[in-house]
């Protein structure tokens, strides 16, 4: 053993290294992205990671190995797993044979995320087993035990961070090499009774997997990351008041932790795989208690279970969470909002505490202490905006320059690119999921034939989920333009590589897959290639394009700036500015400032990107070579 | 010993080297470490925060609000932010250079630096200002700004660790080149630290 600072992600890596995992693949979403990135820097001789095209195929590689005996991980965020349910689905009536984890990151806030859903229902959905940490040294010692549970039931099972576990560092204990389980894969034993997924498999199965969750919530019970923390010293006065209990789990339970030093001494329920949930321990944490308040992220989970488990012994305890309006039921816990809900709990009229005012409960978080700050200047707001220099701005400006005036409407998709709604540029009009843009045009196309309908996909996503929409497009002969902001990475996660790239996780050099022949092949009308950073040339591009008939698209290429060398800076000439503003109103460039009624480029943010200087009407914008001041 | 330090500023100031190294230097000292900070979307220009604890007995990376004994501010008007965390009798040190959000441009509105640092002085007793444009040019490179301010944090009294704790931090986590100029860092703003 050993210590070392990591993030919960790095420590969920390890973890699984330790256990001898054999494969991880998955694709890169905030907050679970890390987990592979670490896998693929640390991992034991013969392991194979790989950035897979999409969850989905992320999911069925990683089953695949486990049918032939390996330990495999799979990891995605939460909208991930939406793309990966399908082979989820069924995998979870086949099983598997070597041990498998599928990590879920979930996202409360949502912080970086299109949605706030909780991958504890799909655990209940497919009928998985379900580990949730509640830190990063946690996570280490769950996925390990997670493997555990995986091989001796024979089934895949959820780990299910959230972001403040994956993405929180702690010094945390791990093993050394020497210490590592290393687990040799016996193969694929072909066994068609097995592997092979028919109606009356799927009916035997079923009985089976229904029994098997209930000897699991039994093993649960006793399974030592389950706990009730039974307080130091006894309540006051335990005559007369409610005998309170907190129920919580992740993060949450870290949260209550931290309060309870000051706030209060009442039993704890910690519940580390909420499904299937620990029953038998649950009974015994109920057991003497009047009221309980149950603290969790995303949905009232374990208030849901504790008032079925209510419910079916006639257990006269009250649950209050979310259901209850006692706990705001959106959004992400804190340290402060947990700490209010405690103490709003525990000063409760014993007898009967009723629900609070629900809209006032969404607002416990900062009250005493932001209170502190009320007499402070205005602060700066500060959204986040495309890069300076990102080769995105330039091609949303393209965009928007050739269709000025035209009836429009531009579909967006997730990426980098969203951030293309901002304004100046204002240029996405719809964003859904991954690769939905495609859909949406031609739906708005069905309705409205006289638009001109736009999709933008970048580069990643057209690999991980654009191409059948481009398929639909062309067989039912759709009038569309489809734009693809191709920056040869996948930016927003932190450039990981694609399809597109040529380059894998496993350092090999594979071929490119080409866009421009993938459309071709897919048989587009028009297909064509241009630099989104020549102005001229891309608006006549977008021009020329957007009136031929069909389906069509252009596909802007120009590297990310991020992982780029900046090809200089520019200069703004004093004597020629005529200080009209059309570079800071029409792009929104983060490296452009109006000092002391001047315009002045920030020789630290500024790429050497041009656009500005392609659109200054005085010809005050020039550029100097080198890139000196911007190392 | 237990510290709850919050670091704040824009995306791309150094924030994350700053808690890496307080981390890492906390870890010297066989003392137990957490910490939390902004990934993802909000980097891209937005504000940024980490959170280190230091100390036994923590369940969470996070702090509380009144929690924090010392905020390091990348930017006055992110300190400002983040200072419902600070303790009463807590350390502020604060770069006194604004960075203006691209809305400012856009939209003329502009913010004050000079207000920000006014509205400090009026609020923290133990506040050090740090003239970093001043301090940058003076060791000759702008990329310094991190190292400055835990200079600051650390002449403050409100770290818990020394300069020599950060001076071995960053022999073992930066590549050789770089000791010579943060070494220069630490050393002129020990010189020049100045209460406000």
Same mark, same amino acid.
């Given at each position: 053993?050993?210590?070392?600072?990591?993030?919960?992600?790095?420590?969920?890596?390890? &973890?699984?290294?330790?256990?001898? $995992?054999? /494969? +991880?693949?998955?694709? #890169? !979403?905030?907050? @679970?992205?890390?987990?592979?990135?670490?896998?693929?820097?640390?991992?034991?001789?013969?392991?194979?990671?790989?950035?897979?095209?999409?969850?989905?195929?992320?999911?069925?590689?990683?089953?695949?190995?486990?049918?032939?005996?390996?330990?495999?991980?799979?990891?995605?965020?939460?909208?991930?797993?939406?793309?990966?349910?399908?082979?989820?689905?069924?995998?979870?009536?086949? &099983?598997?044979?070597?041990?498998? $984890?599928? /990590? +879920?990151?979930?996202? #409360? !806030?949502?912080? @970086?995320?299109?949605?706030?859903?909780?991958?504890?229902?799909?655990?209940?959905?497919?009928?998985?087993?379900?580990?949730?940490?509640?830190?990063?040294?946690?996570?280490?010692?769950?996925?390990?035990?997670?493997?555990?549970?995986?091989?001796?039931?024979?089934?895949?099972?959820?780990?299910?961070?959230?972001?403040?576990?994956?993405?929180?560092?702690?010094?945390?204990?791990?093993?050394?090499?020497?210490?590592?389980?290393?687990?040799?894969?016996?193969?694929?034993?072909?066994? @068609?009774?097995?592997?092979?997924?028919?109606?009356?498999?799927?009916?035997?199965?079923?009985?089976?997997?229904?029994?098997?969750?209930?000897?699991?919530?039994?093993?649960?019970?006793?399974?030592?990351?389950?706990?009730?923390?039974?307080?130091?010293?006894?309540?006051?006065?335990?005559?007369?008041?409610?005998?309170?209990?907190?129920?919580?789990?992740?993060?949450?339970?870290?949260?209550?932790?931290?309060?309870?030093?000051?706030?209060?001494?009442?039993?704890?329920?910690?519940? @580390?795989?909420?499904?299937?949930?620990?029953?038998?321990?649950?009974?015994?944490?109920?057991?003497?208690?009047?009221?309980?308040?149950?603290?969790?992220?995303?949905?009232?989970?374990?208030?849901?279970?504790?008032?079925?488990?209510?419910?079916?012994?006639?257990?006269?305890?009250?649950?209050?969470?979310?259901?209850?309006?006692?706990?705001?039921?959106?959004?992400?816990?804190?340290?402060?909002?947990?700490?209010?809900?405690?103490?709003?709990?525990?000063?409760?009229?014993?007898?009967?505490?009723?629900?609070?005012?629900?809209?006032?409960?969404?607002?416990?978080?900062?009250?005493?202490?932001?209170?502190?700050?009320?007499?402070?200047?205005?602060?700066?707001?500060?959204?986040?905006?495309?890069?300076?220099?990102?080769?995105?701005?330039?091609?949303?400006?393209?965009?928007?320059?050739?269709?000025?005036?035209?009836?429009?409407?531009?579909?967006?998709?997730?990426?980098?690119?969203?951030?293309?709604?901002?304004?100046?540029?204002?240029?996405?009009?719809?964003?859904?999921?991954?690769?939905?843009?495609?859909?949406?045009?031609?739906?708005?196309?069905?309705?409205?034939?006289?638009?001109?309908?736009?999709?933008?996909?970048?580069?990643?996503?057209?690999?991980?989920?654009?191409?059948?929409?481009?398929?639909?497009?062309?067989?039912?002969?759709?009038?569309?333009?489809?734009?693809?902001?191709?920056?040869?990475?996948?930016?927003?996660?932190?450039?990981?590589?694609?399809?597109?790239?040529?380059?894998?996780?496993?350092?090999?050099?594979?071929?490119?897959?080409?866009?421009?022949?993938?459309?071709?092949?897919?048989?587009?009308?028009?297909?064509?290639?241009?630099?989104?950073?020549?102005?001229?040339?891309?608006?006549?591009?977008?021009?020329?394009?957007?009136?031929?008939?069909?389906?069509?698209?252009?596909?802007?290429?120009?590297?990310?700036?991020?992982?780029?060398?900046?090809?200089?800076?520019?200069?703004?000439?004093?004597?020629?500015?005529?200080?009209?503003?059309?570079?800071?109103?029409?792009?929104?460039?983060?490296?452009?400032?109006?000092?002391?009624?001047?315009?002045?480029?920030?020789?630290?943010?500024?790429?050497?990107?041009?656009?500005?200087?392609?659109?200054?009407?005085?010809?005050?914008?020039?550029?100097?070579?080198?890139?000196?001041?911007?190392? | 010993?237990?510290?709850?330090?919050?670091?704040?500023?824009?995306?791309?100031?150094?924030?994350?080297?700053?808690?890496?190294?307080?981390?890492?230097?906390?870890?010297?000292?066989?003392?137990?470490?957490?910490?939390?900070?902004?990934?993802?979307?909000?980097?891209?220009?937005?504000?940024?925060?980490?959170?280190?604890?230091?100390?036994?007995?923590?369940?969470?990376?996070?702090?509380?609000?009144?929690?924090?004994?010392?905020?390091?501010?990348?930017?006055?008007?992110?300190?400002?932010?983040?200072?419902?965390?600070?303790?009463?009798?807590?350390?502020?040190?604060?770069?006194?250079?604004?960075?203006?959000?691209?809305?400012?441009?856009?939209?003329?509105?502009?913010?004050?630096?000079?207000?920000?640092?006014?509205?400090?002085?009026?609020?923290?007793?133990?506040?050090?200002?740090?003239?970093?444009?001043?301090?940058?040019?003076?060791?000759?490179?702008?990329?310094?700004?991190?190292?400055?301010?835990?200079?600051?944090?650390?002449?403050?009294?409100?770290?818990?660790?020394?300069?020599?704790?950060?001076?071995?931090?960053?022999?073992?986590?930066?590549?050789?080149?770089?000791?010579?100029?943060?070494?220069?860092?630490?050393?002129?703003?020990?010189?020049?630290?100045?209460?406000?």
């Amino acid at each position: 053993m050993h210590k070392e600072f990591l993030m919960g992600n790095e420590a969920i890596a390890l &973890g699984a290294i330790a256990a001898g $995992v054999n /494969l +991880v693949s998955g694709y #890169p !979403g905030t907050p @679970s992205t890390e987990v592979l990135e670490t896998a693929a820097k640390r991992k034991a001789h013969g392991t194979y990671v790989e950035w897979s095209v999409n969850e989905k195929t992320a999911m069925e590689v990683a089953a695949g190995a486990a049918y032939a005996g390996a330990r495999s991980l799979v990891t995605m965020k939460q909208v991930g797993l939406n793309v990966a349910s399908d082979p989820l689905m069924s995998l979870a009536y086949i &099983g598997v044979k070597g041990g498998m $984890v599928i /990590l +879920v990151a979930d996202d #409360p !806030g949502p912080v @970086s995320s299109q949605t706030e859903q909780d991958t504890r229902h799909f655990a209940r959905f497919s009928k998985l087993p379900c580990f949730d940490p509640s830190s990063a040294q946690e996570a280490y010692e769950m996925v390990q035990e997670a493997f555990s549970y995986s091989e001796r039931y024979q089934t895949p099972v959820f780990l299910r961070p959230t972001t403040r576990v994956c993405h929180g560092y702690a010094s945390i204990n791990v093993k050394d090499t020497d210490e590592y389980t290393v687990h040799h894969p016996d193969g694929f034993i072909k066994d @068609s009774g097995r592997w092979v997924i028919f109606p009356r498999l799927s009916y035997q199965n079923h009985i089976r997997i229904e029994e098997r969750n209930v000897r699991l919530s039994e093993d649960f019970s006793a399974y030592e990351r389950n706990k009730i923390y039974y307080p130091q010293e006894s309540p006051k006065d335990s005559s007369a008041a409610a005998q309170k209990g907190i129920a919580a789990g992740g993060i949450s339970f870290t949260y209550v932790m931290e309060a309870l030093k000051s706030a209060g001494t009442v039993p704890v329920l910690k519940v @580390s795989t909420p499904h299937p949930f620990p029953e038998r321990l649950a009974l015994q944490f109920l057991d003497g208690l009047d009221e309980v308040l149950c603290l969790e992220e995303l949905d009232p989970v374990i208030e849901n279970e504790l008032l079925r488990i209510c419910g079916k012994f006639h257990l006269p305890v009250k649950i209050y969470g979310k259901l209850t309006h006692h706990v705001k039921n959106a959004g992400e816990n804190s340290r402060d909002s947990v700490y209010q809900d405690i103490q709003n709990f525990l000063g409760l009229p014993a007898q009967d505490a009723g629900a609070p005012d629900a809209a006032a409960v969404q607002k416990t978080d900062s009250k005493t202490f932001t209170a502190k700050t009320a007499d402070a200047p205005a602060l700066p707001i500060r959204p986040p905006v495309l890069c300076a220099g990102c080769p995105h701005r330039a091609s949303f400006y393209a965009v928007k320059t050739a269709m000025k005036g035209k009836k429009t409407i531009f579909c967006g998709d997730i990426g980098c690119y969203t951030l293309g709604n901002a304004m100046p540029l204002d240029m996405v009009d719809t964003c859904l999921c991954m690769g939905a843009g495609l859909g949406i045009a031609q739906g708005v196309s069905r309705i409205e034939p006289d638009t001109y309908c736009f999709a933008f996909v970048g580069d990643s996503t057209f690999f991980a989920s654009a191409i059948t929409g481009a398929v639909n497009a062309v067989y039912n002969q759709a009038d569309m333009t489809l734009i693809i902001l191709d920056n040869s990475t996948t930016a927003m996660t932190g450039h990981q590589p694609h399809p597109g790239t040529g380059r894998t996780m496993m350092g090999g050099v594979s071929s490119k897959v080409d866009i421009e022949a993938v459309l071709r092949g897919i048989g587009l009308a028009a297909v064509e290639t241009v630099d989104p950073l020549d102005l001229e040339k891309a608006v006549t591009c977008v021009k020329r394009t957007a009136e031929e008939p069909g389906v069509k698209a252009v596909i802007f290429r120009s590297p990310c700036i991020a992982v780029t060398k900046p090809a200089g800076t520019v200069r703004i000439l004093a004597d020629k500015c005529i200080s009209c503003k059309k570079c800071i109103r029409e792009l929104g460039c983060p490296a452009l400032t109006v000092t002391d009624g001047r315009i002045c480029a920030d020789p630290s943010l500024c790429t050497g990107c041009t656009l500005c200087s392609q659109l200054c009407p005085a010809g005050a914008m020039v550029m100097i070579n080198g890139g000196d001041s911007n190392e | 010993m237990n510290k709850n330090i919050i670091l704040c500023g824009v995306g791309g100031q150094g924030t994350v080297l700053a808690s890496r190294l307080i981390s890492a230097a906390a870890m010297d000292r066989d003392l137990p470490v957490m910490s939390a900070e902004t990934i993802g979307m909000a980097q891209r220009g937005g504000s940024v925060f980490s959170h280190v604890r230091i100390g036994n007995g923590l369940f969470s990376p996070m702090i509380a609000y009144g929690e924090a004994d010392i905020i390091l501010g990348f930017e006055p008007g992110e300190a400002v932010r983040m200072l419902p965390y600070l303790k009463p009798d807590g350390a502020v040190v604060v770069s006194c250079r604004p960075i203006m959000p691209v809305t400012a441009a856009l939209t003329g509105s502009a913010y004050n630096g000079d207000e920000m640092i006014g509205y400090l002085k009026k609020k923290v007793e133990n506040l050090t200002v740090v003239e970093s444009a001043k301090a940058c040019g003076k060791i000759g490179s702008p990329k310094v700004l991190n190292i400055l301010l835990l200079g600051a944090a650390v002449q403050s009294g409100a770290l818990g660790l020394s300069e020599d704790d950060i001076r071995t931090a960053i022999k073992r986590l930066l590549p050789e080149k770089f000791h010579k100029l943060n070494f220069a860092a630490l050393e002129y703003i020990r010189k020049h630290t100045l209460n406000a």
